[in-house]
């Protein structure tokens, strides 16, 4: 059994807003004699180690009383909205700041990427940077040289590695940033949401580099993202902060359900009197968009066995055009999927209506939204009416004995036959 490679323990965190040190010179003095010549606690920001008072007006927690363990070779996604407290959590665990209560126990070497260029002198080239944090994470000069190589191509700036960083872009940065702190062989591995500067490329062989150090290679990695995919794709477990506080902690897909329930609105129908008060541009003005579940056999609720019609209308504002309606189904973790066209159809002044159903037993339980896209001569958008629609899929198995998260994006019911022959093997021994 994997040990405990990460401990928090009761971690939290107090700011003061708006000001730093006490406000007074004298006391910010003597603040500094009593704790780092005296050794005393601090006489003007000590908080009881047992209880967590209410914070006052002119202070705020960030984070409270957290407590959580990371196994060796464990991925450990964390994820809440901004505000939350992730990056602080980060930082704590990396030794950067220090938190106003609890304790962090670790053991191993820890590399961190909490912003572009962590740890990097701007002065200095690619090439010294990648020695001076080999370095810092205690390997030799010939153990970095060995890896050398394997880093500069990882990061696909060969021809700048001689230059110094101060001029690389934001994207470049990144790159070097990350193969290093990757490539050198870190116990724990502590990425914040800095893979947004790069590109969609660079993301996935840096989501790929990361599930191979940790599948691999055994080693820890602490991941937060606001990409509930990445999250998916990359941890075993994920951690749900909200406002500071611990909400949810467990498997992953479990955690991100949870957490993209909350934060989504359902929206099954809207409407507009005027198309002065509707949603559009002076070509196309939309009237009315409603999700109509078949619901007759489900009680209620609509799941995965539903068939789901969606109706719209919208005023056209064109003379004479040629129009299509695309009609895009995102999960609320941000997979497209499907995207289907509607036929193109000469359309005079005047009101558009369209239907469309979607059958049952196509869709696997999650949540979902719809976005419309109104275009002309099929490739020339006119209105594109984002996240018009909103809803939730719950899961049905019937009598089947099988209570793990159903694999997959859709979850279609086709034909598919499966018999016994009747022929009976005859083996020689």
């Not at 009598?399 to 034909?415: C, D, I, S």
Request: charged share 20%.
């Amino acid at each position: 059994m994997a040990e405990n490679i990460i401990q928090v323990e009761r971690i939290s965190k107090l700011y003061r807003l708006g000001t730093i040190g006490t406000g007074s010179f004298r006391q910010d003095l003597q603040h500094w004699w009593n704790l780092y010549i005296l050794g005393k606690k601090d006489p003007f920001f000590h908080l009881d180690n047992t209880v967590l008072p209410n914070a006052q007006q002119d202070q705020i927690w960030a984070l409270q009383d957290i407590n959580f363990e990371v196994k060796q070779g464990e991925s450990l996604g964390i994820i809440g909205s901004n505000g939350s407290g992730k990056s602080t959590l980060l930082k704590i665990i990396s030794r950067i700041v220090k938190p106003t209560m609890g304790t962090v126990k670790g053991k191993g070497k820890v590399s961190s990427l909490l912003e572009v260029g962590t740890g990097f002198n701007k002065e200095l080239t690619g090439r010294e940077n990648i020695f001076i944090s080999g370095y810092i994470l205690g390997m030799s000069k010939a153990e970095v040289a060995a890896k050398f190589d394997e880093i500069v191509a990882f990061s696909g700036i060969e021809e700048f590695v001689d230059t110094p960083v101060k001029r690389y872009s934001s994207g470049m940065y990144v790159r070097l940033a990350f193969a290093v702190a990757a490539h050198l062989e870190p116990d724990i591995l502590i990425v914040d949401e800095v893979l947004a500067v790069g590109d969609a490329d660079f993301q996935k062989k840096c989501l790929g580099k990361m599930r191979e150090v940790s599948q691999s290679d055994g080693r820890t990695i602490l991941f937060v993202s606001h990409s509930m995919q990445a999250i998916n794709t990359l941890c075993d477990r994920a951690l749900w902060l909200n406002k500071g506080t611990m909400k949810e902690i467990g498997p992953s897909t479990t955690v991100v359900n949870k957490y993209i329930a909350s934060m989504q609105k359902l929206q099954l129908q809207q409407k507009w009197e005027t198309s002065s008060l509707a949603p559009g541009n002076d070509k196309i003005r939309f009237k009315q968009v409603e999700l109509i579940p078949h619901l007759e056999l489900t009680e209620g609720i609509i799941d995965v066995r539903t068939p789901l019609t969606v109706k719209f209308q919208f005023w056209n504002l064109l003379e004479e055009v040629s129009i299509n309606v695309g009609l895009v189904l995102f999960s609320y973790s941000g997979d497209c999927i499907f995207d289907l066209l509607s036929p193109a159809t000469v359309c005079h002044k005047g009101i558009v209506e369209g239907e469309c159903t979607i059958p049952g037993n196509l869709l696997n339980d999650g949540s979902y939204y719809i976005s419309l896209h109104v275009a002309r001569d099929v490739s020339i958008q006119l209105y594109y009416f984002e996240e018009c629609l909103a809803f939730d899929v719950e899961d049905y198995r019937g009598n089947l004995n099988y209570f793990e998260k159903w694999w997959g994006a859709v979850r279609p019911q086709l034909p598919f036959r499966l018999e016994n022959k009747n022929i009976r093997l005859q083996l020689s021994i």
